[in-house]
């Protein structure tokens, strides 16, 4: 479907403030990372170097400007794609980006999508079946799976499907016997993997990953399903259902193939949302079972006060909810007929 002018200006209107605000948030976290009680340079030279040795990196890492001028330095390299080196590995943050968020995204995929396919009929048929039995399990089933804290159900996981019952792999990617054989091609375990025809590893691989995707899609699932649920109920109480009851449509095509169809956009932004949210958010659980992705770098770098890293990674995070946005805004403006003008 084309987009009108209206369209595209509203667009460029949204850029110009996600523009805006991620502006903000780098400015935000940097200030925050300077005036932290973390001492990147001791992390570099270690607690038993010299006063001179620690005043010459002070000076190599620009912290004897201002802090303005430190910022200007930092833009300025972001301009030409630098995000600085790494306290923490040494490597440019860029290219630590790129080498741990695909088990991020390896593990938030698998995720939203057990998420989203559980998700979605349990909330269309709570709606369906409302203030029914069905309707108040799922319910149940929602909030606990908002309310539960995500490191609690991981350890109970592990103990309970890998160390009892040994369903499942334990932490990490794959077994340590096995870590390093296949030759990193995308960075994407499962795919590299099949890349080389090694199902040994795929196999292996996929019984590491199902444990934390699950928990992590059960806490999406409690979301999405609740999501579903309103937006049906909406739907279903709207006078063009009674008439299509009244014409004596079976209760399937009601509630299929004319309230769900209303909210398909809506669903989508919230999947969307959901998927980077998880992207961004599984920090506990990647600490949990020693996952080498995303937020486990993150972490890492809070906790050695490395700003390089965190503002990279925070960066990257506004960046996935701004391009989410700018997607579900494009997705409701071609398939919405109330936003066409």
Not at 193 to 203: R, Y
Not at 206 to 216: F, G, R, T, V
Not at 227 to 252: C, D, N, P
Request: glycine share 10%; net charge neutral.
């Amino acid at each position: 479907m084309k987009l009108t002018k209206s369209h595209w200006r509203r667009l460029r209107s949204r850029t110009v403030q996600v523009a805006i605000t991620l502006f903000g948030l780098l400015l935000l976290t940097f200030f925050i990372g300077r005036v932290m009680p973390l001492d990147p340079v001791l992390a570099i030279v270690g607690p038993d170097a010299d006063h001179n040795t620690y005043q010459q990196v002070y000076h190599q890492l620009g912290f004897d400007k201002p802090l303005w001028v430190q910022f200007g330095i930092y833009l300025q390299g972001l301009l030409h794609g630098n995000l600085g080196l790494a306290l923490l590995t040494g490597q440019p943050v860029i290219n630590d980006i790129l080498r741990v968020f695909p088990a991020t995204v390896e593990l938030a995929t698998l995720a939203i999508v057990i998420g989203t396919g559980l998700g979605v009929p349990l909330g269309v048929w709570a709606a369906a079946r409302r203030n029914s039995v069905i309707d108040y399990l799922v319910r149940i089933i929602s909030l606990a799976g908002y309310s539960t804290p995500i490191f609690w159900v991981g350890m109970v996981g592990l103990l309970l499907f890998y160390a009892h019952l040994g369903w499942v792999g334990g932490a990490g990617r794959v077994d340590f016997s096995l870590d390093g054989i296949v030759p990193r091609s995308t960075g994407f375990l499962l795919i590299d993997a099949l890349l080389v025809g090694d199902f040994t590893v795929f196999s292996n691989a996929l019984n590491h990953l199902i444990l934390p995707a699950s928990l992590l899609g059960f806490h999406s699932l409690a979301y999405i399903s609740r999501m579903t649920r309103s937006f049906m109920l909406a739907q279903l109480s709207q006078e063009f259902i009674l008439t299509a009851r009244v014409k004596g449509l079976s209760e399937w095509q009601v509630i299929w193939q004319h309230a769900f169809r209303n909210i398909l956009v809506q669903l989508l932004t919230v999947v969307a949302l959901a998927y980077g949210s998880l992207l961004e958010g599984a920090v506990l659980i990647e600490t949990v079972f020693s996952w080498p992705g995303f937020g486990s770098y993150l972490t890492g770098s809070l906790m050695l006060g490395d700003m390089n890293a965190v503002m990279g990674c925070v960066l990257v995070v506004g960046l996935i909810f701004v391009l989410l946005n700018l997607l579900s805004d494009l997705l409701y403006q071609v398939f919405d007929p109330r936003t066409k003008v």
